[in-house]
């Protein structure tokens, strides 16, 4: 799982594999070690309530990504529009959090999906 900051958003983006394991159930994220004794885990699983959530301690996070969502979004894979949620993290300040798989690895496992437009007339 790729994972970016930038000030107060989250992008969190995963290949096929991990989407795999997601949707098994499994937990993905990932684990980068800052300094010796001080590391910054990013983690994601999946929820059966329709609201996302974030709960965390310092260095630590997981993200908990409605699992109808999920289903929904993975309908239209291979795609380069994720899921987006702004979530509150005390007082007015909020975390945008922008989930997405990743398009080019989308396209070498699902191939190009032909997408149909509506006829003007």
């Known amino acids: 799982m790729k994972v970016q900051l930038q000030e107060q958003t989250l992008r969190l983006r995963l290949d096929e594999a991990e989407l795999a394991a997601l949707q098994a159930g499994q937990e993905v994220g990932n684990r980068t070690r800052l300094v010796p004794g001080a590391a910054l885990c990013v983690q994601v699983r999946l929820t059966r309530d329709e609201a996302a959530a974030l ?49 080019r690895d989308s396209v070498r496992q699902r191939g190009v999906v032909k997408r149909v437009s509506p006829r003007s007339g």
Do not use: M, N, W
């Not at 109808?68 to 300040?93: A, K």
């Open 55 to 103: 709960v965390g301690k310092p260095g630590h996070v997981t993200f908990f990504l409605p699992q109808t969502q999920l289903d929904l979004y993975v309908l239209r894979l291979p795609c380069r529009e994720g899921l987006c949620f702004s979530l509150p993290v005390g007082g007015e300040d909020r975390l945008d959090i922008e989930f997405a798989v990743d398009v």
